[in-house]
């Protein structure tokens, strides 16, 4: 079983990645998109897009939150 201490370094070391800076490129693309109320056609539609939002801002935030853990510890 992992540490706190080394699930944190994992993950500083994934944000280094060239994959994790093209997710977070592809999740601001996608976030702008699903912002776009014009695409909502139904309640469902907004509900839909409300859920879109929060995963793609809590995956954006996942860094942020990381660094502040490691801080913290």
Known sequence: MKTDE???RDRLDMFETEGWRDLMSDMKNTESIVEDIRNIESEQDLWHAKGQLQ????L??????TKL?????
């Open 6 to 8: 080394q699930f944190l």
């Open 60 to 65: 954006r935030s996942l860094e942020d939150a």
């Open 69 to 73: 853990a490691v801080e913290q510890s």
């Open 55 to 58: 995963i793609l801002r809590q």
